[in-house]
């Protein structure tokens, strides 16, 4: 084959039309008539705003926007589909998680959550190493916030909702005092917890481990001496709990287990299901216990047979 | 004017010595990344150091100010020599470089000022694009003219892959950053995702690899001071990559919910990239068979050879990630950023060295100021390069791992802090090869060479 100019272009051309056509025209045509998925709605203004503002500043390097079915991280409840798209300009799919996940975002947490966490990540998480982002300035992260909370459209709208009406009545309960408030948040925690004692027995590595756990999880909300006045505090309302407060107020391990396990819906508490297994909580609960609190139930003789492990102590 | 001044090679020159610049930019980019991942509050506050605005400058800079740079340099060296005839217009020439540079210098100042359009490689604002689509038009132009008045009767492989490239690449160029919408630069939906990907193949599939490929068909036979092996390897590897590379974009994006026909297009296509590949190497290969030695003593030559093992590394990685049932591990996760450094880097890079490094002299008609410290900093690079792909890549299999079997990507953060902190180190071996290079490259281009090394350089024979 003898190759000169014409037969360069004119052959490359004759390459190329195809796969235009294959790989951009047929896609982008047959994209064009995508219906809209279950959740989508169309996004107000602000959130525009929010989203150009997440465009503009790269998030995407970061944070993908679509759940495999193989994902445990957060929005793993949902399986991204084709119409939940349809809208995007550009796409924001994204290419790495360094940070998890952001398309089912919205609800996740509460806006005072989200701007302590802009303003600087790892006030409430202390090993992000997500970018401060406070330069952005007041307006522009409000703007970044309302489109956090609209990812996962329609669904991301309940949550956002009962965010809501869970934050108002909170700070109802933490204005009418602590007595109030504790008895509002253990009221919320289901029977069979609030009697249950801390199964396992304390000791130095269990409580070194609840350390540990606690200074990558808490330390930037309830701060290191359990008072509530970490550097996210001034950022949060209700203010993260002052654990000293629980002395003589009926806690237990259980409840602990429970509230952090759950996290409190309409705080700033997130819940710690995903990211930490049982030993971890029971750990950093008995941490808390013991060391803020200063009342801990835990191995209490109603305890049940004693795992394998734990040091042997009489017949049993 | 001084700034277009015509002069015999004077646009090949100067693209290389834009070249050493991006590098340096570059370079510096890059570990200002590294280090805000290992300390993310060290520039706390400072807007255009923050991570996320200095990446997309970051890989630019890398893609299109440095092995671009070089590669177009060591292009438009190459289809005048291969022809037999000056450069058709060295005037057209000087334009489309300050178009090129000045494109650069846009696109990378507008997102550091927080201007993105968000997809990669194809995050530069609108007005660059036309800049870059107009230097890409005129190096064309430039290089099919003189291709045309050439005085040598067949037009060699190099020239093939340049003039593909060239058209390619501004095809792809064009509908990837969607330049009929200059507010956005996208279209709507997942077939932006499509698009764009089909765009980031591309940039390193057809711009990146065919002018790579060109530089070492280019350089090999003529250290190995051997005619090329085949004709027809030549052949079928030039037209199979056109036809191939373009198909795969989507192997990006395998686990979105896009049509799965054209998931199954991309992981065949992907598999079906050993054939351009290995053709070419075989190719080469067999060019160069018995012949090591050479290599060894021709600064240039050694970085062409460095750069085509790093691309049958990429090429088998390449393939292999490509299947969905290794992407459960490998997507999202430093393993991709190992495998981009090794193709843009490794690959592309070391070759676009190469060839700064072996025509660089015949431009000047003097050696370059200092093959010592030209192999200073190929060895710099060679051990970055290795060190950043074994950092990169066990970083990936801990994030991989854990995200397969449950962990949350907050609690995969402290376990890779090692990793990126090994990263930022040999980051710093790429900083300093970059300075090296530049200071050899204006030396060599600026200054007299120093005495004792042309003599050296003479014994052995090196600048023939
Ligand atoms: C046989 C050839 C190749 C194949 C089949 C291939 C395949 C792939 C695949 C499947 C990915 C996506 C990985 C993932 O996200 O999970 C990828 C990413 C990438 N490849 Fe290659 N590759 C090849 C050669 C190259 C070469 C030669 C270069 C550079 C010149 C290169 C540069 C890149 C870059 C920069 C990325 C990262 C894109 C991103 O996510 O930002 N590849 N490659």
Redesign the pocket.
Known sequence: MKMTPLVLILGGLIVIAPVLLMNVITPWVTGLDEPPSDIFRTRTPIEEQGRDIYVNNGCTYCHTQYIRDFDWDIGSQRISKAGDYIAEIPHLLG?ERTGPDLSQEGGEHPDDWHMAHFVNPRFVRPDSVMPSWEFLGKERLLALIAYKQSLGFKQADGRVERQKYWKAEAIGAFEAGPDKNVEWLHGHVPEPWTKLPDPYMTSVPGLERGHRVYQSFCIGCHGPIGDGMGPAQPFLYPPPLNFTILQNRGISGGILYYQIMNGITGTAMPYFKKDLESEKIWDVGNYIAVTFIGESDAGQPTRGIAVSYEPVEGPK | MQLLKVEENGTAKLFFLSSAFWFVLGTLEGIIDATDMVIPDLFGGIPWLVFSRVRPMHTTTMIFGFVGSALLGASIYIIPAVSRTPLWNERVGKVSLWIWNISIAVGLITLDLGYSQGR?YAEWIWPADIGILLAFGLIFLNCIQTAVRRNEKVMYVSSWYILAGLVYTWIIYFFGNAVWNPSKGAIYGLPDGILAWFY?HGV??LF??PLAVAISYYIVPRVARSPLYSHTLSLVGFWSILVIYTH?GT??ILQTPVPTWLKVLAISG?IA?IIP?MTVLVNLWLTMRGRLGLFHQDIGGKFVMAGLVW?IL??IQ??V??LPIV?RM??LNNW?IA??HM??FG??GTIALGGLYYILPRITGRPIYSTRLADVQYWLLLLGMAGFFGVLTAGGLVQGNSWLNGETVYRTLPMIHVYFSLRAAFGVLFVGAAFIGLYNVIRSIAGEPRQREIQTEKATGQTQ
Do not use: K, R
């Open positions: 290419t | 990669e980031g390193v599939g990146l690899t795969i192997h990006h992907s990239m590949v691309y990429t090429c390449g393939p990630q490509a992407q490998t997507h991709v495998h981009s193709g843009v690959f592309s």
